[in-house]
């Protein structure tokens, strides 16, 4: 059978003095990390990091902060992946730091004790971003994934691709394409997917894994997410919210509210989604979605938030009415001044 070509590229200078600053001998102790409550890119990024690493000698801790999804379990060697905890800065001789999928080091929240000011710094994102924290910084937005950076990062040091490595860049992609959905999913992103699973990756438990393994919990949570739904801006925006009296039960954890978004961004006529879950008394965790053109993450920005054009997430405070209204003010102007540009 013909093989798949390789992702062709012309020799990239920035890759090449990554590369050799990995290469190097003597410094040897990494922190790999990602952003708080790392997702499916992240955590596959940070592993496909850590083997590279090693395979150089290098001397290698994963760690993160905050919520990590039972349903990445399934990720090979999962269990080297710490959770920060305090008192951890005084374990780990860091010389040297990757963080993949993290856009300002604002992000890293708690990680970012463990690295000391005179730590060198590889950042590889793909995230916009204009915050160039590393001395090495290896970004491109055009990519799918932090995934698909880190699969560069392997050809260009010939680490061979094995069933591994393949779950881990396969998982990246498909994670952060949507399930090969979004308009991310390029040539590039296929062609690199289809490589991993002729390296053994089985696209099959990792679509089960990654998407369709819900607890009872987490159906009973969507039904009450659904039972919330509302439409505004004549159905251009849709909304679904959880305050704390339904959130604050033992039984639900942030696991079973993963991909909610989805259901309200699928609703026909929708260019923008919010779900809004009120974590904490007054403290309240939002995700956009848009489905067009909308550029959530500029929304999410004002309130202090980030991401990419068409997911984003922020952090608000105040009563769940507050938030909302604040939020589909700004949806308004902005979709209000895009109709003047298109008219
Ligand atoms: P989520 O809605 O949590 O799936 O996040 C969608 C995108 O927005 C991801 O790229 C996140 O990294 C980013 N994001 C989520 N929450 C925040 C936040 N509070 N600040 C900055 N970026 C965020
Ligand atoms: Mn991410
Ligand atoms: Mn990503």
Same mark, same amino acid.
């Given at each position: 059978m013909a093989s798949l070509d390789p992702v062709a590229r012309p020799i990239d200078p920035e890759l090449h003095a990554i590369t050799a600053w990995l290469q190097r001998p003597g410094s040897n102790h =990494? +922190?790999?990390t990602s952003h708080v409550n790392p997702d499916g890119d992240g955590l596959a990024s940070m592993l496909a990091c850590g083997r590279i690493l090693r395979r +150089?000698?290098?001397q290698v801790w994963l760690v993160t902060d905050g919520f990590r999804s039972p349903r990445y379990d399934y990720l090979p060697q999962i269990d080297t992946v710490v959770s920060y905890r305090e008192g951890l800065e005084a374990e780990l001789p860091v010389a040297n730091v990757i963080t993949v999928d993290v856009p300002t080091l604002s992000r890293l929240e708690r990680v970012a004790r463990l690295i000391p000011r005179d730590a060198a710094i590889l950042k590889i994102d793909h995230h916009p971003s204009d915050d160039h924290f590393g001395q /090495?910084?290896? #970004?491109d937005t055009a990519a799918s994934s932090t995934a698909e950076l880190v699969y560069r990062l392997c050809v260009d040091l010939d680490v061979p691709f094995d069933a591994a &490595? #393949?779950?881990? &860049?396969?998982? #990246?992609?498909? =994670?952060?394409? #949507? @399930?090969f959905r979004f308009s991310s999913t390029t040539p590039d992103a296929l062609i690199i997917a289809g490589e991993m699973v002729r390296a053994g990756a089985n696209p099959q438990l990792i679509a089960e894994q990654l998407f369709y393994e819900y607890r009872p919990t987490t159906l009973s949570l969507l039904a009450s997410t659904l039972q919330s739904l509302e439409r505004v801006l004549d159905g251009r925006v849709s909304i679904l919210s959880l305050d704390h009296a339904v959130l604050g039960q033992a039984r639900y954890g942030d696991e079973d509210m993963d991909g909610f978004v989805d259901y309200a961004v699928s609703l026909q006529g929708v !260019? $923008?989604? +919010? /779900? &809004? @879950? !009120?974590? !904490?008394p007054g403290h309240i965790r939002v995700s956009l979605r848009a489905k067009h053109d909308f550029d959530v993450r500029a929304v999410a920005e004002l309130f202090g938030g980030g991401g990419h054009r068409k997911a984003a997430g922020v952090r608000m405070t105040g009563t769940l009415a507050e938030a909302k209204a @604040? &939020? $589909?003010n700004e949806i308004q102007r902005h979709l209000e001044s895009s109709n003047e540009r298109s008219a």
């Open positions: =990494f +922190l790999v +150089l000698g290098k /090495f910084n290896y #970004g &490595l #393949g779950t881990w &860049l396969y998982t #990246g992609i498909a =994670f952060d394409t #949507g @399930r !260019e $923008v989604a +919010l /779900f &809004l @879950r !009120e974590h !904490e @604040r &939020l $589909v």
